[in-house]
């Protein structure tokens, strides 16, 4: 077969810059979105921010512009140069006056550049491992000591907990064991009480010893039922040490009051404040939907390089090659921040159309939804869908939710009457009610919350109460129960 060329044409769908780059504002964030905004506008000199009371007084101010041009062009260009030379004679007379005054003074002026910049009067908390060396700095040590202890610390997590074996640290800094365990335990009598602990049963020793604490079984309790406590298993600790339980939950209430991570209070704050991107309100028995667009840039095109643009300049110059560019790109990007607003506008509408029952009345009322429902209902594909779902915030009249929360899968229930569908997040809401209503020395098992949801006309497996109660994180019944001291 003879090797033969073949013209042929095809259609293909061409992923072009510009629509890459709207598909990509679907999905950012509001800060993502505001630092891209910023970014164009240092990029592209055709665009620039403006409020809404330069944009009222645009035309006066292109007015008054072409009217201060003319007169700037018919001044007398000789007697302006004789103007500036006397303004100029006269600045440098005034800094020579303050040039004297400063070095005839006794007194030691500040300027700014002697001031220490902003990002150095702030504030930060020290980190443990800054407090941990702070205080090795102030024990008596050798230099071999504070370099072995130093790794020792540099080796312990944010939870105070060492990470590392000694063995591993000695063979690493190529020393004695013993000089590893040593620098381990001065650093075990710092504060935090606890620190450089390698596991829970030795964190909680050395608090007791530092702290200490010198009752009955805390210490025989602490070392040989760590596991007991956690299971709640008080008989079991009572029969093995032959003491009334009573004794045993004093003991247990002590451990209990002791710091299992001595490191949290120098964890990093990590708090973020979210802003949302909608706003519903319910006003005259409907719900009314707003863009937050509080403290994002507003854009327009720059009127300076519009009427550049529409002068008689040469069509074939470099400059205005340049400028129809960035014209075209400024026009897309806007065009685009403003479809990005209407697609959110159009979701968020068919989500609070589809979860109605959830903004009357609450989380219990929350329906199963899928992103396809949503589609469906305003004529848009799926992954347009997910892409305006993702890293933004509604507020409603019940909290800040994240558009997903309002997405969740359905769980099939019997009642009396006929099989239907609920919300995985109304049954686990359901479940942490109930959990919280329960008695402290009768928790609830599933099979009793099973018959609980029961009653309310829902019925559901066990397993599934066994993993929508492992999700909430609440712990098993024997876990959750308590004694009463009498």
């Known amino acids: 077969m003879k090797p033969k060329l073949d013209l042929r044409l095809s259609q293909k ?139 020792v610390i540099g080796n312990i997590d944010d939870d105070g907990y060492l990470t590392e074996s000694v063995e591993d640290i000695a063979k690493s800094l190529e020393v004695p064991t013993e000089n590893i365990q040593s620098a381990l335990k001065l650093i075990q009598t710092f504060d935090p009480a606890g620190v450089g602990a390698r596991d829970l049963k030795e964190c909680l020793l050395i608090q007791i010893k530092e702290l200490g604490i010198k009752r009955p079984f805390v210490e025989y309790i602490i070392s040989n039922h760590i596991e007991d406590i956690e299971n709640k298993k008080y008989q079991k600790i009572s029969r093995s040490l032959k003491v009334s339980l009573e004794e045993v939950l004093e003991a247990v209430k002590i451990i209990e009051g002791l710091e299992p991570k001595p490191g949290r209070p120098f964890f990093p704050d990590e708090t973020q404040i979210i ?136 769980v099939s229930f019997c009642s009396d009457e006929d099989r239907g569908e609920l919300s995985s997040i109304t049954v686990r809401e359901m479940i942490r009610q109930i959990v919280e209503q329960e008695g402290p020395l009768h928790p609830l098992r599933d099979q009793e919350i099973v018959d609980q949801l029961t009653i309310k006309n829902i019925r559901i497996a066990r397993r599934t109460v066994a993993k929508y109660r492992t999700e909430l994180k609440i712990p098993s019944a024997g876990r959750r129960k308590r004694y009463m001291q009498h």
């Open 13 to 151: 769908l061409i992923m072009t810059p510009q629509l890459q780059q709207a598909i990509k504002l679907l999905q950012l964030s509001r800060l993502e979105l505001t630092q891209m905004i910023s970014q164009e506008l240092l990029e592209n000199p055709l665009l620039e921010e403006f409020s809404q009371e330069q944009d009222e007084s645009e035309e006066s101010r292109l007015e008054d512009f072409e009217k201060d041009e003319k007169e700037i062009n018919t001044s007398d260009e000789r007697e302006q140069d004789n103007e500036f030379e006397e303004l100029k004679s006269r600045w440098e007379e005034y800094l020579e006056e303050e040039r004297g005054d400063i070095k005839n003074s006794n007194m030691v002026q500040n300027t700014t550049e002697d001031l220490p910049s902003y990002e150095q009067t702030l504030t930060k908390p020290a980190t443990l491992a800054e407090h941990l060396i702070w205080q090795l700095r102030l024990s008596k040590t050798t230099a071999e000591d504070y370099a072995a202890g130093s790794v």
């Open 275 to 410: 802003i949302p991107d909608v706003y519903i309100v319910k006003s005259e028995g409907q719900y009314q939907i707003t863009l937050n667009e509080d403290g994002l840039p507003k854009l327009r095109i720059s009127p300076f390089y519009r009427k550049l643009l529409t002068s008689k300049t040469d069509t074939n110059s470099p400059t205005k090659a340049y400028l129809d560019q960035h014209l075209k790109s400024a026009i897309w990007f806007i065009k685009s921040i403003e479809q990005r607003n209407r697609t959110i506008y159009k979701v968020v509408q068919s989500i609070v159309k589809l979860q109605y029952d959830f903004f009357e009345h609450g989380i219990t009322y929350l329906k199963p939804l899928v992103l396809r429902q949503v589609a469906e209902d305003i004529s848009m594909h799926e992954s347009t869908i997910s892409r305006v779902t993702t890293n933004k915030y509604m507020h409603t009249p019940h909290g800040i939710f994240e558009f997903k929360f309002f997405f969740s899968s359905s």
